[in-house]
């Protein structure tokens, strides 16, 4: 245990968690060894132990085989603040750590010839910030997170909002917390990013409305991989915190990193994607921005797109009245047909689009069906993909990703439709898909596109609907309406009845003659006798 982690608590639930033993077995070790670590505080909930004498007694009593893990301590020394400061204010202040730590290694070590290396005085360094006297701890930190993002554009905001404005904070828990952060990651070389993404989990975990701003693992992994082909740019007009957008980046096969640009209308989730990208260390355009205010929008192969859902009154006058609005002036009530026209606005030629609306989106009748007919032929929908209930933990809301193209000369006479609904499996209130659902739709869209027949499997997801029917059909594309129905021969359905009802008579008839036969037999056996 390292000398900077001292007076660290930990009670019997954690004991048994490091263990990875019951708490009863905890409590026979104390009864039973003298020599067992006393409490050093009693508490209406339980005694709590210090964890270095702890973990050293573990070790020495062949309990544990090495050190406790940095992250198990990691969490414990955070506990303190929750009753301290709010989640969003330990999540703020726990990412900013990680952004300063992060700056601070890579001033000393660059990682790779392309790492921007960031210029940090040797006196804003943590080793060096850490060893100023308590009461000027804060104060300190705060100069040199100023200092850092003054020098360094890339960290913009990242330091101070969350190192130095968090309220009422005692300059030893934050000194503790931040030497926790450090060692977490360089104790068994795992990346900071790793942290962020459990940080994020947890904080998710805990404030359910935060979800509005994350795309679900799987439904971006599965938005990513029905983009055909490798983007030069990507753009996602609501990023929020930036999840889908990364993860196209990462997913891109094609050794050059694509412009990434992302807008987002509130600046604090903005930067938290910031704190993303740049613990990622991957190169980004983020911009706080409403984007259906502004006209610059770029043009792009590839536009990734989860606005938040259910938004009502999502303009005025001058936002409805705007020209950009090529198929049909959404209707107050809903965004979702403005996020869907602003995003095939953004496609060049050959570019492609992917966006989530509810599945209200897709029959919806009135205004938005116009909007859709229109855009049906104008060619601007290649698919729609009909996805399991409640795959998001903020809203029970069913979803259908929409696939659009960008203009071109030649005009689609039909339209794939994928009822993926069945698929996923269920949790104890959420649905997931698996990697065997993910290359089902995966495999439906591809071979439309390629003008095959998909595998068998994929195949019953996939309906090929001809464009006038679904016009002609209000523009529905619930794959529902267009499930081809069982033919029943009503004429030989009858003849089969008669012929059972007939073969039951004679049955009846031959089981009754049967059974008189029988008495008929025993009365004269008995008879005889």
């Known amino acids: 245990m390292s000398a900077k982690l001292t007076n660290v608590l930990v009670g019997i639930p954690e004991i048994a968690d490091i263990a990875s033993c019951g708490r009863s077995a905890v409590g026979n070790w104390r009864k039973r060894h003298v020599d067992f670590p006393t409490p050093k ?4 909930s339980g005694a709590l132990f210090d964890l270095a004498e702890v973990e050293r007694w573990l070790i020495e009593n062949g309990k544990i085989a090495g050190p406790v893990p940095r992250k198990t301590v990691l969490w414990r020394v955070i506990e303190p603040l929750r009753g301290l400061w709010s989640v969003a204010q330990i999540a703020d202040f726990i990412v900013a750590s990680l952004v300063y730590l992060e700056a601070c290694d890579r001033a000393v070590h660059q990682l790779s010839p392309d790492q921007q290396v960031p210029r940090i005085a040797p006196g804003d360094q943590w080793d060096a910030v850490r060893e100023t006297e308590p009461h000027r701890l804060l104060e300190r930190l705060g100069k040199a ?14 330091l101070a909002d969350g190192l130095a404005q968090t309220p009422k904070p005692d300059p ?15 104790d068994d070389g795992s ?22 701003f994350t795309t679900p693992d799987d439904v971006a992994e599965l938005m990513v991989r029905l983009a055909s082909r490798s983007a030069k740019a990507i753009f996602d007009p609501a990023v929020g915190e930036g999840g889908l957008l990364l993860l196209a980046a990462l997913h891109d096969g094609s050794g050059v990193q694509p412009h990434l640009i992302g807008y987002e209308i509130n600046p604090r989730v903005l930067c938290l994607a910031q704190a993303r990208f740049f613990l990622y260390d991957v190169s980004v355009e983020l911009r706080t921005c409403d984007a259906f205010r502004t006209h610059e929008l ?13 938004q009502a009154k999502w303009g005025d006058a001058e936002v409805y009245l705007d020209k950009r609005w090529q198929y049909g002036v959404p209707p107050p009530t809903s965004s979702e047909f403005a996020w869907l026209q ?3 606005s953004c496609l060049g030629p050959r570019g492609q689009a992917i966006v989530v609306t509810s599945t209200g989106a897709i029959s919806r009748r009135g205004r938005e069906a116009d909007i859709r007919s229109a855009m049906l032929q104008a060619g601007v929908i290649e698919a729609v993909v009909l996805l399991p209930p409640r795959l998001r933990s903020n809203t029970s809301i069913p979803l259908a990703l929409w696939i659009l193209r960008g203009p071109s000369d030649r005009l689609a006479s039909e339209v794939l439709l994928v009822d993926a609904s069945s698929l996923g499996d269920r949790g104890r209130s959420l649905y997931s898909l698996d990697e065997t659902d993910l290359e089902l739709v995966v495999e439906a869209v591809q071979a439309h596109r390629e003008g095959r027949a998909a595998d068998s499997a994929a195949a019953v997801l996939a309906h090929v609907i001809p464009l006038l029917d679904i016009v002609a059909s209000d523009a529905d594309l619930n794959p529902a309406r267009y499930t081809p129905m069982i033919q029943t021969d009503v004429a030989e359905l009858e003849r089969r009845a008669q012929t059972l009802r007939s073969s039951l008579r004679s049955a009846s ?21």
């Open 191 to 212: 990346p900071r990013f790793e942290l962020f993404e459990e940080v994020v989990a947890r904080l998710q975990e805990t404030d359910r409305f935060r979800g509005a």
């Open 145 to 158: 997170s100023a200092n850092i993002e003054r020098e360094n554009p890339q960290v913009p905001s990242l």
């Open 509 to 529: 008839e031959h089981a009754a003659a049967s059974v008189a036969k029988l008495l008929r037999e025993l009365a004269e056996s008995e008879a005889s006798r």
């Open 342 to 344: 602003l995003a095939a």
């Open 172 to 186: 030893i828990v934050v000194r503790t917390v931040l030497d926790a952060l450090s060692e977490a990651s360089s």
């Open 41 to 44: 505080v009693q508490t209406p």
């Open 298 to 310: 770029p043009m792009v192969d590839l536009v990734l797109l989860d606005p938040p859902l259910g």
